[in-house]
């Protein structure tokens, strides 16, 4: 399944024609389908331009897989549309919800962790990957609070991806970020991860604030130091393409690639995929 | 899933409001229903930065609750920010801004504008072509010069907004109440027929009126404002 390889990084719009002007590119890239879709006229050249020489991913934030409501028809027809187009394989979203009763808060909510959520998750995926003709890939969302929950997140994540048949998505910060909010050991975390279940990583920034005790996941901060450690130690075990994801606070592509940089050295060291 | 079901519902019903929670500056509901609101206040301050200014911070983040309330419908956010417009059409609130219908247009058609694709080619300059305003131009009659930060006196202008594809960039041109009949008269005729309905109109000799339309054409043309039907 993996057409991808070694390292990503996330495409955005405030850095695109440094992009195309970088000699030496990231491996592949990442892309979220909703600010694509309707790719407009100032872009549209540079951003074809990348997606015909560049492996990619597609990676969506308005699925709301968990929603307790069926999947909405018309905006599943846009992505699979903007996905045949230019011919991506692999797309991804998030294991929460952001949408309920027709409304949208444009974030990622918590879910309830329970059996029967793991069905219901898991039958909508199945639905969403016979309607896209292809895998859809999870990922395990940060969350700052657990509104109900009868099993540990891991087994959760676990069970969703084998009742499914999909794949993972591992966000590294984002187990990092849990562990600390919620108080488990990330390393105990990721170690009961399957590693055939995982098709790729994700690495990325996050706020701290030591008052309240809690780690924000902004997307929006250069990649702390134990995060970097927990990427490196997690790669042991898991060898699978690895890539950054920076949303906000988008600092110059030359910034960004110094971590790619390092990115890529802990990758080769490993010897990763 | 019927308690799963509940327990996702009231989380979203306290995001969505503004009841009272225990202790909220540790309160983890308090940071998911502040990372709404922020997501809104940023995203609807980017697309529409005067109108914010102009309304005051205390009234946007009170509108803003308000719209987070009453529920976004669009999973595009970028789209959300026109339900937010027609959220403050119809909010008591904002009665008294006369000039919110224009500034609401004038802000969200430069963003409309910026996210469009086009496919339109520029038109060459004939007598005997029907030309029509093209996806990448936007006209209104304004009833405030919004544009030239007039908010007060009302004062009836027309303006095109329109894409420029060097620059890649909108830009806006005020235009006189001639040029706009004739842009009207030719979505429905040919720039002949147009110039001797305006001539009759204006009473006016069309050879004279010949030599100052083809200068307005040729420019709008240049600039892609106008095209031709044919090419739609």
């Known amino acids: ?195 055939s279940r995982v098709a790729y990583m994700h690495i990325a920034g996050h706020l701290e604030y030591p008052d309240e005790v809690l780690l924000l996941d902004t997307h929006g901060e250069a990649i702390c130091k134990k995060v970097w450690k927990l990427l490196d130690r997690t790669l042991k075990k898991i060898n699978v393409p690895v890539m950054i994801e920076r949303d906000n606070n988008i600092p110059p592509l030359k910034e960004l690639m110094q971590e790619y940089k390092k990115l890529s050295k802990i990758v080769a060291k490993r010897g990763t995929k | 899933m019927k308690t799963e079901t509940a327990v996702m519902k009231r989380f979203v019903q306290i995001i969505q409001n503004d009841e009272a929670l ?47 309330a009453k529920g976004a419908k669009n999973p595009f956010i970028v789209k959300m920010s026109q339900e937010f417009g027609d959220f403050l059409r119809h909010n008591p609130k904002t009665k008294g801004y006369g000039f919110l219908e224009d500034l609401l247009w004038f802000e969200y058609s430069e963003l409309d504008l910026l996210n469009r694709d086009f496919n339109e080619v520029k ?37 095109i907004l329109y894409y420029n594809f060097d620059e890649k960039r909108v830009y806006f041109e005020e235009i006189t109440p001639f040029a706009q009949q004739l842009i009207e008269q030719l979505q429905s005729m040919t720039l002949e027929g147009a110039v001797s309905v305006l001539a009759q109109m204006y009473e006016l000799d069309t050879k004279v009126l ?17 095209i031709k039907l044919t090419e739609v």
């Open chain 1, 1 to 195: 399944m993996n057409t991808f390889h070694g390292c990503g990084l996330g495409l955005r719009r405030e850095f695109l024609e440094d992009f195309i002007s970088l000699k030496k590119k990231p491996d592949w890239i990442e892309i979220t389908p909703e600010n694509w879709i309707f790719t407009p006229h100032r872009y549209r050249e540079s951003f074809e331009q990348i997606m015909g020489s560049l492996p990619v991913v597609a990676h969506g934030v308005s699925l709301s897989i968990g929603s307790p409501e069926p999947i909405d028809k018309s905006f599943l027809k846009e992505i699979k549309a903007f996905l045949d187009r230019y011919k991506i394989e692999h797309y991804s979203e998030h294991l929460s919800f952001s949408s309920l009763g027709g409304v949208q808060t444009y974030e990622l909510l918590p879910l309830p962790m329970t059996r029967s959520m793991v069905m219901h998750i898991g039958d909508k995926i199945k639905r969403v990957q016979d309607f896209l003709q292809r895998p859809l890939i999870l990922e395990n969302a940060s969350y700052y609070l657990a509104p109900y929950n009868e099993m540990h997140e891991v087994d959760f994540i676990n069970e969703i991806v084998q009742y499914a048949d999909t794949k993972l998505l591992l966000d590294v910060n984002n187990v990092y970020v849990n562990g600390t909010n919620h108080g488990f050991d990330p390393d105990d975390y990721i170690r009961q991860i399957p590693p």
């Open chain 2, 22 to 68: 225990s202790n909220p500056f540790r309160n983890r509901l308090q940071v998911y229903r502040d990372m709404v609101h922020f997501r809104f206040v940023e995203t609807i301050e980017n697309i529409y930065p005067i109108l914010c200014k102009k309304l005051g911070p205390q009234l946007v983040h009170e509108l803003i609750r308000e719209f987070i």
């Open chain 2, 123 to 159: 038109a060459g300059f004939d007598w005997n072509t029907h030309y029509i305003l093209s996806s990448s131009s936007l006209i209104r009659n304004l009833s405030y010069k919004v544009y030239t930060g007039e908010f007060e006196s009302p004062c009836i202008a027309s303006l």
């Open chain 2, 210 to 226: 010949r030599e100052s339309v083809e200068t307005l054409v040729k420019k709008w043309c240049n600039q892609r404002i106008l």
